[in-house]
């Protein structure tokens, strides 16, 4: 008889992960800042007059408060503490050298007037607002041009109160683009920890054109039939690490993105070296770690490993469009575990979506180098769905070490497709059966001591079949 698989698991399932010889070598990143940061100066956002009764609004105490601390922004920098309390706020914008610290019982609530969230213009990199031709609402808490930043506290709640935003969506009586609930651009030295975010209006932390960030230990929960509130979305950024973060919403996890069509092609700033260690979490309407479908100035070097996604839809995703052009190449994904999970594994070549009618459809996406190993999964309804694009071959896909039960008839289904697997169950699709080893290892990306991982992987599956 087979138990329930539960959140205990969960943590033995990662405790597993982390004895394994392979478990850290993509995640380097990921130990190299530290997240405290000092600051010799620091006051309360209440000496600036506001009021956390969840009603009066603070919009002006926030602004007024963060003008103040800029003084100290060359004398080691300063920190604004928001204590127990609900703090009603519209958007307000973050400075270099400054710590944001929420208290353990202190809540940010995003105003429902849309007129306290600023219209600003669209990123270069996407041409138009991403829902909406024209600007976008600001989000929440903004910054850009800034260096060494950090929101942070003692488990704080930052809530966008997003459901007004999600009607007005639905309805069709937006204006412009709906508003993240975190979002810096052009920004260095950034840490992200130790939060809970809660009902973004759209994608909830959303770094663009940054490089050196960090995002650690936070929880972002959303409705699982919320539109479009992906967890983190780095974009056209560099040297991202996303560390031991649970994530349920109503869209992708964690999506890298790049740029839109002929406006990302034009930008041509690329996410690359990205890490994701460590993440759990559920979707019902997006993937479990998700590229694309935005990546038009490209995707390279991402490293994702120890991941738990349960009550999915999809498990892992690629998703482009002729139009898009850019590249994605060199990604390896590792230590995954899935529990009633409909697709483990997704590439999709036609996902549409053009910001407008200028876009090239001869600008065709570069996919190759893809390496998804060891992967575990329980309840899984289809194996996957690899569509690539017809004169544009996806190349070097590598799977090795899957084992995945439950799964249909027919469990792959692939088109375009091209490359190589070992010790995959069920057996992959006629593209991809040519074995790995020994032949073709240097064609795949990071397979370098892989099987030296079976004892765990042994261990993983003695787990799932309690």
Not at 95 to 112: E, F, M, P, Q, R
Not at 140 to 166: A, E, H, K, P
Not at 228 to 254: A, Q, W
Not at 312 to 323: C, D, E, F
Request: charged share 20%.
């Amino acid at each position: 008889m087979r138990r329930s698989f539960t959140l205990v698991d969960v943590f033995l399932v990662l405790a597993l992960f982390s004895e394994a010889p392979w478990a850290v070598a993509g995640s380097s990143q990921c130990s190299q800042r530290n997240l405290e940061v000092f600051r010799p100066h620091s006051v309360s956002i209440t000496e600036f007059g506001a009021v956390g009764d969840g009603v009066t609004l603070n919009t002006k105490a926030f602004q007024n408060a963060i003008f103040y601390l800029n003084s100290f922004a060359d004398k080691g920098g300063a920190k604004l503490f928001v204590p127990a309390g609900q703090w009603l706020t519209g958007s307000f914008d973050l400075i270099s050298h400054l710590t944001l610290w929420l208290d353990k019982d202190a809540v940010i609530l995003g105003s429902t007037n849309s007129d306290t969230w600023p219209v600003i213009d669209p990123l270069p990199s996407y041409g138009r607002g991403r829902e909406l031709p024209g600007g976008r609402h600001r989000s929440l808490i903004f910054g850009r041009n800034l260096t060494d930043v950090v929101i942070t506290g003692d488990n704080g709640t930052i809530d966008g109160q997003g459901s007004i935003w999600w009607e007005w969506f639905r309805n069709g009586t937006l204006d412009y683009t709906r508003p993240h609930l975190v979002e810096l651009m052009n920004s260095t030295g950034v840490i992200i920890s130790n939060l809970t975010f809660l009902n973004p209006p759209f994608w909830t932390i959303h770094p663009v054109y940054c490089s050196h960030v960090k995002v650690q230990n936070v929880t972002i929960r959303a409705p699982l039939d919320s539109p479009n509130t992906d967890g983190i979305d780095p974009d056209s950024s560099d040297d991202v690490c996303i560390k031991d973060c649970y994530i349920s919403t109503g869209d992708d996890l964690v999506s890298i993105k790049s740029g839109w069509d002929e406006y990302g092609i034009s930008y041509g700033r690329p996410s690359t070296k990205i890490t994701i260690h460590g993440l759990i979490g559920e979707t019902k309407l997006g993937a479990g770690i998700a590229i694309g479908s935005e990546m038009s100035g490209g995707v390279s070097e991402v490293h994702a490993e120890n991941l738990y996604f349960f009550n999915s839809v999809r498990g892992i995703r690629i998703k482009t469009s002729p139009g898009r052009g850019g590249y994605v190449r060199n990604i390896s994904i590792s230590n995954v575990t899935l529990n009633h999970v409909d697709v483990a594994i997704i590439f999709t070549g036609h996902f549409g979506e053009h910001p407008d009618d200028s876009y090239d459809p001869s600008a065709l996406p570069i996919i190759e180098r893809i390496t998804i190993k060891t992967v575990i999964g329980e309840n899984v309804k289809m194996a996957g769905q690899l569509e690539g694009i017809e004169g544009d071959t996806f190349r070097y896909i590598c799977l090795s070490n899957i084992k995945l039960n439950g799964v249909s008839e027919s469990p792959w289904n692939c088109s375009y497709i091209q490359g190589y697997s070992d010790l995959v169950f069920p057996e992959t699709c006629d593209p991809l059966k040519e074995s790995i080893f020994p032949m073709h290892h240097l064609d795949c990306y990071d397979l370098s001591n892989h099987f030296r991982s079976s004892r765990n992987q042994k261990r993983l599956a003695r787990l799932l079949s309690w």
